[in-house]
């Protein structure tokens, strides 16, 4: 069987690219209409939800069930999501103050529909929404531990050096984690480790 694969296309709809065409050369601009009670009226930019929403058509190797579609509609992010064939859908994300990482919530589609390996790709998309938002604010230290524990709670360390303080909650979290189970993220100055059963 061929392995799962999502193409990533950004959608310009047809009127959108009318709008943004230059006037031909008698200086005429054709405006598109559209039908409404009161007759044909003039669409102009405000009205396109493509000037709104960052619009991306997903084409994919592997049939859109309904099970993804409901788990796409879970994940934080996707705004708009519209089932298209068999094997493609588009979705839409917000545009202004890009309050959500777009990278992000295609790693979380792509997980769901099991394209990609993630080392996020063990948690739910709100955990992994959660798992992100601690990241970042540790992160920007050299050495940082992330331990989620089975009930989905949260605990973080970090630090500017490689201390006796630090290798010791190290421990502590890698014997919890023996023990009680959950998941440990550390960095390792180059790259994140997810972290098993006490071995990288």
């Not at 050096?161 to 502590?172: A, G």
């Amino acid at each position: 069987m061929a392995r799962r694969r999502i193409f990533w296309e950004r959608y310009v709809s047809s009127v959108e690219q009318q709008l943004d065409a230059p006037d031909d050369e008698n200086g005429a601009k054709v405006t598109p209409v559209t039908f409404s009670p009161h007759g044909l009226i003039p669409i102009t930019s405000p009205m396109l939800y493509t000037k709104h929403l960052d619009m991306w058509t997903g084409h994919t190797n592997f049939d859109i069930t309904e099970d993804i579609i409901f788990g796409l509609n879970e994940i934080p992010g996707v705004e708009v999501l519209m089932p298209i064939t068999r094997y493609s859908f588009r979705v839409g994300f917000k545009t202004k103050a890009r309050l959500f990482n777009l990278d992000d919530i295609k790693t979380d589609i792509e997980i769901l529909c099991k394209t990609k390996d993630d080392v996020m790709s063990g948690f739910t998309p709100k955990q992994r929404e959660l798992i992100r938002e601690e990241k970042k604010i540790v992160e920007s230290s050299p050495y940082w531990l992330i331990f989620i524990f089975p009930n989905g709670h949260i605990y973080s360390v970090a630090s500017e050096i490689y201390s006796k303080e630090y290798v010791k909650k190290q421990k502590v979290l890698k014997d919890a984690q023996e023990k009680i189970g959950g998941t440990l993220l550390e960095s390792s100055h180059l790259d994140v480790r997810r972290v098993q059963n006490g071995k990288a």
